[in-house]
């Protein structure tokens, strides 16, 4: 983007997300960017380590990136690595179609306020599932622990409301989409570019 801005937009997270995020981090910042926007609307989610990863970029080594409770009352906590872009400036896109582990990367910089939220309110689901492969090919999905943001939020049904929100115009879809028409990226951008003066 213009006036050194970074954009990265990731529609899932699959195995080595993390990796490849970095590679874009590393790549934008060669090329100048001082400020990164990170686009996870319509991403469902995927591996949770992967979005534990991709937050540790922002948050500083040791500290609770998310944690979760089994039907046992049992606490696990993932605590950030640490990363190269702590304090950076920060912008993520988020709306109903956030989900999940989504929804972890977003209340992570959230809590730390390590990034402003622009969008709308995410998807909400604040647990964690496992596949039991089943003979024949088949499988089943249980649901076997809750998730909680660092200030202990389980935002499951509830999702996560953004710092502001704006609303897409309805007709932005397909051939009709355009960067400028976008209400929320150019939202995200004025935003970091606050972000970047400061």
Known sequence: LPDNMGLITLTQFTKDSDQLFVNALDDLKAQGARGYIIDLRGN???????????????????KVVVSTIDKHGKKIEDVSKGGNYIGIPLV?????????????????????NAAELVGVKSFGKGIVQQVMELPGGEGLKLTVAAYYSPNGTN????GIEPDIAVELPEDLTGANYTRELDTQLQTAIAELSKRMAQ
Request: proline share 2%.
């Open 155 to 158: 935002i499951h049904k509830i």
């Open 92 to 112: 993520v896109l988020i709306d109903e179609g956030s989900a999940s582990a989504s929804e972890v990367v977003a209340g992570a910089l959230r809590d730390y």
């Open 44 to 62: 469902p989610g995927g591996y949770l380590d992967e979005s534990i990863n991709i937050a540790s970029n922002f948050i500083e080594r040791g």
